[in-house]
């Protein structure tokens, strides 16, 4: 028995849209399916005396609308088992129609022949209706995919599927992520069939106030050269970092070299972490985006010698906290942070020998950036050592080396040692109180950044205590002024 089934569009609406082809195999055919008669060319169908069946009854049985396509694609192909058949669909077959993107992977699955006919689709007539050319630049998205990653303000968009007032809310929360709320945009209802149409032109914000939407309903916004509606685009960012680099453009910027802004890096670095001390997240934001500056920049000078560009850079990071989170993007398991942080290191270690970095030639405390801060190096060096088993059994040995550090010091000076042999000694007491942190698992960085900030508060209280008395720290006596940073503490 043959076993085929024809897919046919039914185009946007009208019946007079329908080609002759289209109208000779639904009149021809022995069995014809719909995936909803909820359709007006349903209408001329049925009195044109073909008989069909329709699979209104899935959308009812079903909690979403991909069961609903899974269902009926799975449906078609069994039922072509007891022979051929016609499955028509609204608009074109492979416009917005998820039943036939998964009938084409079952059908072929199941060794049945399928083929696919077109139609018009509601494209056709948005573009009539709307009065656009998609060649201008277009883009289709579904009303579930309206989020600021897939607007794209230059480009003619069209949203489909908006099937009611509440999809209509999701669209506009979308668009509202790019565009200002009393932007103007456009639905249409019914494009191009007669004594239904309707075009509405309403700002974004009433959107979802409007009546009358269904199956056949979009929503259009017209294409913008506004830079405004792209600055919150990353692609705007690398244009306009781009611009201050070229021939035009700003004269600082053009000479900058990655040497000569090597300490901005750092300094914008460091005022992020204050934003964070400060649990400050306005003045975070901004902080962040002078930090981002600082990679736009060297990135932009190395695509100016065509090395690499920021998009690699992007690329490149995708691609490594794809590969080290196997426990998220993989099969492994990580049941706590622990297991992550092991995953972690064990997939950096393959990203190593996939590189053809021998590990007999590396060494245990490679990673750690020569240029880090001394207290923060001091941190990472201790922990990379104890990894392979170089550390004291407890925190009491810790505490000894601590004393015995400041044993060496005290000798040391009263000897008469140079600066040089002080300055190690001084050096080796630090390094002890760094692993003494470690291992009562405080960051030293965090820690004499907390202590640093209480000094600076007692003592600003001490100079403004002395100034209500007409004095100054210069002077005053340190009894005094150790009096008043006793009474700091004690507001603390």
């Known amino acids: 028995m043959s076993k085929a089934i024809t897919v046919v569009g039914l185009g946007s609406g009208d019946p007079d849209q329908l080609t002759l082809g289209i109208w000779k195999i639904l009149q021809g ?9 909820e359709h007006p060319v349903m209408n001329r169908i049925a009195a044109e005396g073909i008989a069909f069946e329709s699979f209104d009854s899935v959308y009812e049985a079903s909690e979403s609308f991909g069961d609903v396509y899974e269902s009926i694609a799975r449906r078609i192909v069994e039922l ?7 499955y028509a669909v609204p608009g074109h077959p492979m416009v917005a129609e998820k039943t036939v993107l998964l009938l084409r992977e079952y059908a072929e699955a199941a060794g049945v022949s399928l083929t696919v006919l ?8 948005a573009f009539v209706a709307l009065g656009f050319d998609p060649i201008e630049g277009f883009q289709l998205l579904d009303s579930s995919d309206v989020t600021s990653e897939h607007i794209r303000p230059s480009l003619h968009t069209l949203i489909g599927q908006v099937y009611d007032s509440l999809t209509a809310s999701e669209v506009k929360l979308g668009l509202m992520e790019v565009y200002p709320d009393d932007h103007p945009v456009v639905v249409g209802h019914a494009l191009g069939v007669a004594g239904e149409e309707r075009i509405l032109r309403v700002p974004l914000y009433e959107l979802d106030r409007l009546e009358g939407y269904g199956n056949l309903s979009l929503v259009y916004i017209p294409r913008s050269e506004d830079d ?15 611009i201050l680099r070229s021939p035009g453009g700003c004269p600082w910027d053009m000479e900058q070299t990655h040497a000569s802004i090597r300490k901005n890096l750092i300094e914008e670095t460091y005022e992020v972490l204050e934003t964070i001390d400060e649990d400050d997240p306005d003045h975070m934001r901004e902080e962040l985006g002078d930090l981002l500056l600082q990679v736009m920049l060297h990135s932009q000078m190395e695509e100016e010698v065509g090395t690499f560009n920021v998009y690699d850079v992007i690329r490149g990071l995708n691609e490594k906290l794809i590969f080290r989170h196997p426990h998220v ?17 064990a997939m950096k270690a393959e990203e190593k020998k996939r590189k053809g ?31 392979a088993g170089f550390d004291w059994d407890e925190v009491s040995s810790a505490f000894a080396k601590i004393e015995e550090e400041l044993g060496e010091l005290k000798e040391g000076l009263a000897k008469g040692a140079d600066s040089e042999a002080l300055k190690l000694e001084l050096g080796d007491l630090l390094f002890s109180a760094v692993n003494a942190a470690r291992f009562l698992k ?26 209500e008395r007409g004095s100054s720290p210069q002077t005053s006596t340190l009894e005094e002024m150790d009096n008043l940073w006793n009474e700091a503490k004690a507001a603390e």
Request: net charge neutral; proline share 3%; aromatic share 8%.
């Open 29 to 37: 055919a022995s069995r014809v399916y719909v995936r909803t008669k």
């Open 80 to 86: 072509a088992d007891q022979g051929d058949l016609v």
């Open 118 to 125: 077109g139609g018009e689709s509601f494209l056709d007539q």
């Open 228 to 242: 405004a509606l792209r600055a919150g685009s990353f692609a705007r960012l690398h244009e306009i970092v781009n």
């Open 329 to 345: 993007f993989g099969d492994s398991a990580a049941g706590d942070a622990k297991e992550a942080l092991k995953n972690w290191d």
């Open 357 to 387: 970095l021998s590990e007999s030639e590396a060494s245990l405390l490679d990673g750690v950036p020569k240029d880090l801060p001394a207290l923060m190096k001091a941190y990472k060096i201790q922990k990379k050592a104890a990894k």
């Open 442 to 467: 405080i960051d030293p960085e965090e820690a004499l950044s907390l202590v640093n900030d209480k000094f600076r508060r007692r003592f600003r209280y001490i100079e403004d205590r002395l100034r």
